[in-house]
Nanobody, 115 residues
Framework: QVQLVESGGGLVQPGRSLRLSCAAS????????MGWYRQTPRKQRELVAT???????NYADSVKGRFTISRDNAQNTVYLQITDLKPEDTAIYYC?????????WGQGTQVTVSS
């Protein structure tokens, strides 16, 4: 069992940048796909970005060009670099680790974009 803990959220002005981190309690090198999802009270949880251990990325159309996902298997950490933040990026961001028969979630970190 791997525990995922997100950090790096907060209140940010529009146009600014933020980096979210997801620290795993165990090795993530064997986890096929790490990702970030987000959820607001009005919307279901949605995919933001994923990255396989083979280096394949997938991004939601709404974040392409602004968000970058990366993983450091040696540090068992996944990052989400966010630039040009918009009010519609306000959400709770969740880290996910997925492999067949394994599906791990963190507790989430709140990102609020407001002037």
């Amino acid at each position: 069992q791997v525990q995922l803990v997100e950090s790096g959220g907060g209140l940010v002005q529009p146009g600014r940048s933020l980096r979210l981190s997801c620290a795993a309690s165990g090795s993530i090198s064997s986890i096929y796909r790490m990702g970030w999802y987000r959820q607001t009270p009005r919307k279901q949880r949605e995919l933001v970005a994923t990255l396989t251990n083979g280096g394949i990325t997938n991004y939601a159309d709404s974040v392409k060009g602004r968000f970058t996902i990366s993983r450091d298997n040696a540090q068992n950490t996944v990052y989400l670099q966010i630039t040009d933040l918009k009010p519609e990026d306000t959400a709770i961001y969740y880290c996910n680790g997925w492999s067949p028969l394994r599906d791990y979630w963190g507790q989430g970190t709140q990102v609020t974009v407001s002037s």
